[in-house]
């Protein structure tokens, strides 16, 4: 089931790390072809403790969609 598209240069996958525990709430396919970065929890952390305007954006992101798969029937 579609849930969401998203678009060039959108990160994903903050859920897992921000807010469950690396559990994931939802899988990605890509329509087209795509470069894609993978970062490890390992490495995300200390990344965004020393970037706090990515950290209140990925925060940002993540709270919204939250917020908006709470709203979505299962």
Do not use: H
């Amino acid at each position: 089931r579609l849930i969401n598209t998203l678009g060039s240069g959108t990160p994903f996958g903050e859920i897992a790390l921000l807010a469950s525990q690396g559990k994931r709430t939802a899988s990605v396919t890509c329509f087209k072809d795509a470069v894609v970065l993978e970062i490890t929890a390992k490495d995300f952390y200390p990344f965004l403790a020393s970037n706090f305007f990515l950290a209140l954006e990925l925060e940002r992101i993540a709270w919204k969609r939250w917020l908006r798969d709470q709203e979505r029937p299962s």
